[in-house]
């Protein structure tokens, strides 16, 4: 498997629902199949660029779309998990949460996956400086996942992410988080129930599987 593939799969950041597209608008369809095609084939941070600045056009170009904005938002957010550089993460994250924050202004914007993606963002900036943003974010960001799970009990990705963002913050803080593979086998069942519109997110499935292995091993 290819190294960069193998990173996103590791994150989570792959597995997006285009397979039954074709009842979108032709051109709007045929652009974005591309545009995922060309994501998942990424093999370096350069290619995520790539990626995500034709996810941008799109945007820019189907301008009633609120999809292609979700996912510059979303590849924005992966680009500061792969990049080194504090100051590049800090620009990836600051035009990821502009986004996610733009996405309000779409009226059929699915609420759940933009409360779950703000959500996100935030994570990723806790990530980037756990010490510091842990504390000031942490009440935001699980307010953000809570939401999204609120608005729709059946979206697995925001149950998902806060399971994860829980473990991690407690293991940060030398603790445990008991409910962690509790938390992931409920995601578990709500991706395999799940059945999503074309194009709408679907990543997630492959980590939640992965991580509920080495929930099997303890």
Known sequence: MKKMKLF?????????????????????????????????????PQDLVNARNTMERISMKFTDQWLPVYYTSYVDIILSFVNENKETKLTYITEAKELAKK??????????????????????????????????????????????????????????????????MAKFMGQTSPEFCKELLKAKELYESRKDKPFYPSWGKEEVTRLLLECDKQ
């Open 8 to 44: 996103l799969l590791i994150l989570s950041l792959s597995g997006f629902g285009f397979i039954n597209a074709q009842n979108a608008q032709p051109e709007f369809s045929d652009i974005m199949t591309r545009a995922y095609t060309s994501l998942q084939d990424a093999e370096s």
């Open 103 to 168: 996405l309000n202004n779409y009226p059929d914007a699915d609420k759940s996956e933009v409360s779950t993606l703000a959500g996100f963002a935030l994570n990723a900036q806790v990530a980037a400086d756990p010490e510091n943003n842990g504390p000031a974010l942490f009440g935001e960001l699980i307010g953000a996942y809570k939401a999204a799970i609120a608005i729709d009990p059946s979206n697995p990705r925001p149950v998902y992410l806060l399971a994860r963002f829980n473990r991690d």
